[in-house]
């Protein structure tokens, strides 16, 4: 069956960097886009962006241009997001999610538990 | 502020149908497939609707979409209090090249 397992909670301080890890088993990796979406307590979804397993390329919210990073290594099925230069806004729970849909679509299918962290000094 | 418009909350008594909206524009909606995810307290989100109506295997008929021009609608009927959740709508924005979201609706079923 289709898995999306992410890394643990972490907390880390203003201004430092982490990186959250999303491995995907039952299905092939390099067939389906990854994307990354992030949930501010009480709040609601919102995107940051994505990843073609295949080929890596990578399409960013404009919020996040220059502070996140999204990596995959096909040999292991496990898709990264990396956010750095923290500010305490940026807790929040992080999912991954597996997209069925096209290009232009966004048809998250499976997503993973999601993982916490916390920014704060 | 979202990008897509939802209600904030909706509320209708068990076996009710309700419907909850999500207005966007002609670079989103107006020329996308819209998806909707329902997500219970504490869990992640569930894909409920894709490609504007149609549904993934295992979701009962009780939960249908529909698009008309630059809006979207989820309709559930046969209200249950476990659907008690929040639904947010999404779809590709051509002209931020980017998934947007709704900023989710509060279904109470009371």
């Known amino acids: 069956q289709v898995q999306l397992v992410q890394s643990g909670a972490e907390v880390k301080r203003p201004g430092a960097s982490v990186m959250v890890s999303c491995k995907a088993s039952?299905?092939?990796?390099?067939?389906?886009?990854i994307h990354w979406v992030r949930q501010a307590p009480g709040q609601g979804l919102e995107w940051m962006g994505r990843?073609?397993?295949?080929?890596?390329?990578?399409i960013h919210a404009r919020h996040f241009q220059g502070r996140v990073t999204m990596t995959r290594d096909t040999s292991i099925s496990t898709a990264y997001m990396e956010l750095t230069r923290l500010r305490s806004d940026d807790t929040a729970i992080y999912y991954c999610a597996r997209d069925t849909g096209g290009i232009y679509d966004s048809t998250l299918d499976y997503w993973g538990q999601g993982t916490l962290f916390t920014v704060s000094s | 502020q979202s990008v897509l418009t939802q209600p904030p909350s909706v509320s209708a008594a068990p076996g009710q149908k309700v419907t909850i909206s999500c207005s966007g524009s002609?670079?989103?909606?107006?020329?996308?497939?819209v998806s909707w995810y329902q997500q219970l307290p504490g869990t992640a989100p569930k894909l409920l609707i894709y490609d504007t109506d149609k549904r993934p295997s295992g979701i009962p008929d009780r939960f249908s979409g529909s698009k008309s021009g630059t809006s979207a609608t989820l309709g559930i009927t046969g209200l249950q209090t476990g659907d008690e959740a929040d639904y947010y709508c999404?779809?590709?924005?051509?002209?931020?090249?980017?998934?947007?979201f709704g900023g989710g609706t509060k279904l109470a079923v009371l």
């Open positions: 002609s670079s989103n909606i107006g020329k996308n497939y």
């Open positions: 039952g299905y092939s990796f390099t067939g389906y886009f």
């Open positions: 999404d779809t590709w924005d051509s002209s931020l090249s980017a998934v947007v």
């Open positions: 990843i073609n397993p295949n080929n890596g390329d990578t």
